[in-house]
């Protein structure tokens, strides 16, 4: 199995910026696709940004958080960041991590993963 673990939430200014993390471990964490989704309070739960995997610096974006957030690469390889700039209160939200896409799903599909973070909550106030 899966085990991941969100850290970095926080409550911060609009314009701020903040860097989540995503820890990994178990079998084979830091292969295929990670994920960043979330979910605001009575929204749905809605895809956010997509690494091919970890380090390899091919990544995917929502038009929502396109050219404000970024899934950097790092040396820390059993590591998902999420950096977020300019946040807006329209950001504030659970924040999950995920992997484990099925052969053959779409990255921005929620229920096509298998293994979930907790969720670290993201606070933008207005």
């Known amino acids: 199995q899966v085990q991941l673990v969100e850290s970095g939430g926080g409550s911060v200014q609009a314009e701020g910026s903040l860097r989540l993390s995503c820890a990994a471990s178990g079998s084979r964490y830091n292969s295929g696709y990670m994920s960043w989704f979330r979910q605001a309070p009575g929204q749905e739960l809605k895809w956010v940004a997509t690494a091919i995997s970890i380090g390899s610096g091919i990544t995917y974006y929502s038009d929502s958080v396109k050219g404000r957030f970024t899934i950097p690469r790092d040396s820390t390889k059993n590591t998902l960041y999420l950096q977020m700039n300019s946040l807006k209160p329209a950001d504030t939200a659970m924040y999950y991590c995920?992997?484990?896409?099925?052969?053959?799903?779409?990255?921005?599909?929620?229920?096509?993963?298998?293994?979930w973070g907790q969720g670290t909550q993201v606070t933008v106030p207005s």
């Open positions: 995920a992997t484990g896409l099925r052969d053959g799903g779409a990255i921005s599909r929620n229920s096509d993963y298998s293994y």
